[in-house]
């Protein structure tokens, strides 16, 4: 019976890289796919591409929202002990390490980027205002209260919170949501089917948020 096992992880999580390596090396798959594509993986292996090349290809506006992601990420990473994208690496590593196949799933990140640039004016300067705000309030830190509940960014957030903060992205930054979240859920579950005619086990590795859609979209 084919077998696709979703491993949900936070990209700057510590949990997560023990998460995966454990769930590998106890499912022995046939196939380990993470939620890249090969020119993310060589770019996080080696480092990101120049500044100036990504403004030329991005325009001002949405190089911007994108260079404040990235150095969010960045930060929560530092503060953690792990650089985000660790966790893909990890599987990665661990799968050639039991001499398992690698598929890299994600869309293309040029096709990513080119998709966000025709998200409009006005929810690309909304975001920009909202990372703004969260790069300078002070319980930015390593754990956040909300709502009488203390989240541990080192570890994946509950399914719970996953999914209030999805719902959140869904109402108010529709455009990026459906760039960012539900094509890419359509097109790497276009993939795991792939792989699933040639493979009879694969451990899919991507991020918390996209677990249930590709739940939905991959069905039984």
């Known amino acids: 019976m084919k077998k696709i096992i979703l491993v949900p992880t936070s990209h700057?999580?510590?949990?997560?890289?023990?998460?995966?390596?454990?769930?590998?090396?106890k499912e022995k798959p046939d196939c380990v796919a993470v939620e890249l594509d090969i020119n993310r993986y060589y770019?996080?292996?080696?480092?990101?591409?120049?500044?100036?090349?990504?403004?030329?290809?991005?325009g001002f506006l949405t190089f911007l929202f994108y260079w404040i992601l990235k150095r969010l990420q960045s930060w929560l990473g530092?503060?953690?002990?792990?650089?985000?994208?660790?966790?893909?690496?990890q599987a990665v590593d661990v799968a050639r390490i039991e001499r398992v196949k690698v598929a890299f799933i994600d869309r293309n990140i040029a096709v990513t980027l080119e998709r966000?640039?025709?998200?409009?004016?006005r929810e690309k300067t909304k975001l920009i205002l909202y990372l703004f705000k969260g790069l300078t309030i002070d319980y930015l830190t390593l754990?956040?209260?909300r709502d009488e509940k203390t989240i541990d960014l080192s570890k994946?957030?509950?399914?719970?919170?996953?999914?209030?903060?999805?719902?959140?992205?869904r109402k108010e930054f529709p455009q990026l949501y459906r760039v960012l979240v539900e094509e890419r859920d359509q097109y790497m579950a276009a993939r795991l089917r792939?792989?699933?005619e040639e493979f009879e086990k694969i451990?899919?590795?991507?991020?918390?948020?996209?677990?249930?859609?590709?739940?939905?979209?991959l069905g039984d």
């Open 116 to 121: 966000v640039k025709s998200i409009s004016w």
């Open 78 to 89: 530092k503060k953690l002990g792990i650089l985000p994208g660790s966790e893909m690496i």
């Open 43 to 58: 770019a996080i292996r080696e480092g990101e591409s120049s500044s100036m090349e990504a403004l030329k290809r991005l």
């Open 156 to 169: 994946v957030p509950p399914k719970e919170l996953i999914e209030q903060a999805m719902e959140l992205m």
């Open 203 to 217: 451990v899919a590795v991507t991020g918390a948020g996209h677990t249930e859609g590709l739940k939905k979209l």
């Open 143 to 145: 754990k956040i209260k």
């Open 194 to 196: 792939q792989l699933s």
């Open 12 to 25: 700057v999580a510590k949990q997560s890289l023990k998460k995966v390596k454990e769930v590998i090396e």
